[in-house]
Protein backbone atom coordinates (compact mmCIF):
# COMPACT_ATOMS: atom_id res chain seq x y z
CA UNK A 1 0.00 0.00 0.00
CA UNK A 2 1.04 3.46 -0.92
CA UNK A 3 -0.27 6.09 2.36
CA UNK A 4 0.11 9.97 2.10
CA UNK A 5 -0.74 10.09 -1.91
CA UNK A 6 -1.81 13.35 -2.99
CA UNK A 7 -5.72 14.19 -2.07
CA UNK A 8 -5.80 11.23 0.35
CA UNK A 9 -7.87 12.16 3.21
CA UNK A 10 -7.94 11.15 7.01
CA UNK A 11 -11.15 9.18 5.66
CA UNK A 12 -9.81 7.54 2.68
CA UNK A 13 -7.06 6.57 5.09
CA UNK A 14 -9.59 4.89 7.71
CA UNK A 15 -11.33 2.93 5.29
CA UNK A 16 -7.74 1.81 4.17
CA UNK A 17 -6.98 0.91 7.89
CA UNK A 18 -10.47 -0.55 8.46
CA UNK A 19 -9.98 -2.86 5.08
CA UNK A 20 -6.64 -4.44 6.68
CA UNK A 21 -8.49 -5.42 9.39
CA UNK A 22 -11.08 -6.57 7.92
CA UNK A 23 -9.24 -8.85 5.45
CA UNK A 24 -6.36 -9.63 7.62
CA UNK A 25 -3.76 -10.15 5.73
CA UNK A 26 -0.42 -12.28 6.45
CA UNK A 27 1.55 -9.76 5.47
CA UNK A 28 1.52 -6.35 4.20
CA UNK A 29 4.04 -3.95 2.53
CA UNK A 30 3.54 0.13 3.22
CA UNK A 31 5.19 2.75 2.02
CA UNK A 32 4.89 6.61 1.78
CA UNK A 33 4.45 8.58 -1.31
CA UNK A 34 7.66 10.23 -2.65
CA UNK A 35 6.91 13.52 -4.49
CA UNK A 36 9.33 12.78 -8.16
CA UNK A 37 10.23 15.74 -10.79
CA UNK A 38 8.29 16.00 -13.63
CA UNK A 39 5.66 13.16 -12.98
CA UNK A 40 1.58 14.03 -12.78
CA UNK A 41 1.47 13.05 -9.33
CA UNK A 42 3.81 15.46 -8.41
CA UNK A 43 1.85 18.59 -9.40
CA UNK A 44 -1.11 17.18 -7.93
CA UNK A 45 -3.25 19.27 -5.28
CA UNK A 46 -3.64 17.77 -1.88
CA UNK A 47 -0.15 17.30 -1.40
CA UNK A 48 0.22 15.30 2.24
CA UNK A 49 2.96 16.73 4.73
CA UNK A 50 6.16 14.08 5.48
CA UNK A 51 4.84 13.98 9.54
CA UNK A 52 1.43 13.04 8.29
CA UNK A 53 2.87 10.09 6.09
CA UNK A 54 4.54 8.98 8.71
CA UNK A 55 2.33 9.19 10.90
CA UNK A 56 0.19 6.94 8.40
CA UNK A 57 2.81 4.53 7.75
CA UNK A 58 3.37 4.01 11.09
CA UNK A 59 -0.04 2.99 12.35
CA UNK A 60 -0.49 0.98 9.87
CA UNK A 61 2.55 -1.09 10.31
CA UNK A 62 1.27 -1.20 13.68
CA UNK A 63 -2.19 -2.93 12.40
CA UNK A 64 -0.24 -5.17 10.39
CA UNK A 65 1.67 -6.05 13.34
CA UNK A 66 -0.72 -6.85 15.45
CA UNK A 67 -2.23 -8.74 12.43
CA UNK A 68 0.65 -10.51 11.57
CA UNK A 69 1.45 -11.74 15.57
CA UNK A 70 -1.83 -12.96 15.50
CA UNK A 71 -2.00 -14.94 12.27
CA UNK A 72 1.57 -16.39 13.19
CA UNK A 73 -0.09 -17.84 16.87
CA UNK A 74 -2.07 -20.18 14.49
CA UNK A 75 1.04 -21.72 12.79
CA UNK A 76 2.04 -23.30 16.99
CA UNK A 77 1.82 -26.77 17.22
CA UNK A 78 1.60 -27.55 12.91
CA UNK A 79 4.40 -28.89 11.05
CA UNK A 80 5.41 -27.26 8.17
CA UNK A 81 8.51 -27.69 5.52
CA UNK A 82 11.16 -25.77 5.86
CA UNK A 83 14.42 -25.05 3.44
CA UNK A 84 17.54 -24.93 5.72
CA UNK A 85 19.46 -22.04 4.85
CA UNK A 86 22.04 -21.70 7.65
CA UNK A 87 22.74 -20.36 11.15
CA UNK A 88 20.42 -17.83 11.93
CA UNK A 89 21.50 -13.98 11.16
CA UNK A 90 20.71 -12.93 14.82
CA UNK A 91 22.47 -15.69 16.70
CA UNK A 92 24.71 -19.10 15.98
CA UNK A 93 22.66 -20.79 18.23
CA UNK A 94 20.15 -21.24 15.78
CA UNK A 95 19.50 -22.22 12.02
CA UNK A 96 17.58 -20.15 9.97
CA UNK A 97 15.20 -21.39 7.16
CA UNK A 98 12.21 -20.38 5.33
CA UNK A 99 9.04 -22.16 4.98
CA UNK A 100 7.14 -21.80 0.76
CA UNK A 101 5.33 -18.68 2.13
CA UNK A 102 8.21 -16.80 3.46
CA UNK A 103 9.82 -14.83 0.83
CA UNK A 104 13.75 -13.57 0.34
CA UNK A 105 14.29 -10.27 2.34
CA UNK A 106 10.32 -9.60 2.39
CA UNK A 107 9.08 -11.48 4.93
CA UNK A 108 10.37 -13.54 8.06
CA UNK A 109 12.09 -16.63 8.53
CA UNK A 110 11.69 -19.66 10.54
CA UNK A 111 14.24 -20.15 13.68
CA UNK A 112 15.33 -24.01 13.77
CA UNK A 113 15.37 -23.94 17.61
CA UNK A 114 16.14 -27.94 18.50
CA UNK A 115 17.73 -30.26 15.77
CA UNK A 116 20.46 -30.57 12.80
CA UNK A 117 20.07 -30.61 9.41
CA UNK A 118 22.73 -29.70 6.61
CA UNK A 119 22.11 -26.05 4.48
CA UNK A 120 19.92 -27.13 1.43
CA UNK A 121 17.88 -29.50 3.04
CA UNK A 122 14.15 -29.25 3.58
CA UNK A 123 12.98 -30.98 6.90
CA UNK A 124 9.77 -31.04 8.79
CA UNK A 125 9.60 -28.33 11.82
CA UNK A 126 6.80 -28.40 14.47
CA UNK A 127 6.21 -24.57 15.45
CA UNK A 128 6.72 -24.07 18.89
CA UNK A 129 6.63 -20.10 19.01
CA UNK A 130 5.38 -17.24 16.91
CA UNK A 131 6.36 -13.87 16.84
CA UNK A 132 5.56 -10.60 14.71
CA UNK A 133 7.56 -11.81 11.61
CA UNK A 134 9.38 -14.86 12.29
CA UNK A 135 8.16 -18.46 13.48
CA UNK A 136 10.28 -20.90 15.49
CA UNK A 137 9.92 -24.45 15.57
CA UNK A 138 12.34 -27.46 15.87
CA UNK A 139 13.28 -30.53 13.20
CA UNK A 140 11.14 -33.74 13.25
CA UNK A 141 13.02 -35.03 10.38
CA UNK A 142 14.03 -34.65 6.54
CA UNK A 143 11.09 -34.15 3.72
CA UNK A 144 11.43 -37.48 2.38
CA UNK A 145 10.81 -36.60 -2.19
CA UNK A 146 8.90 -39.69 -3.74
Not at 3 to 23: D, R, S, Y
Not at 60 to 81: A, C, D, F, T, Y
Amino acid sequence: FIVGFPGETEEAFQELLKFIEEQKFDRVGCFKYSQEENTKAGELDGQVDEETKQRRHDTLMELQQQISREKHQEWVGKKIPVLVEGLSEETELLLQGRAPFQAPDIDGVTLIADGQAEVGQTVWVEVTDAHDYDLVGSILGPVLVR
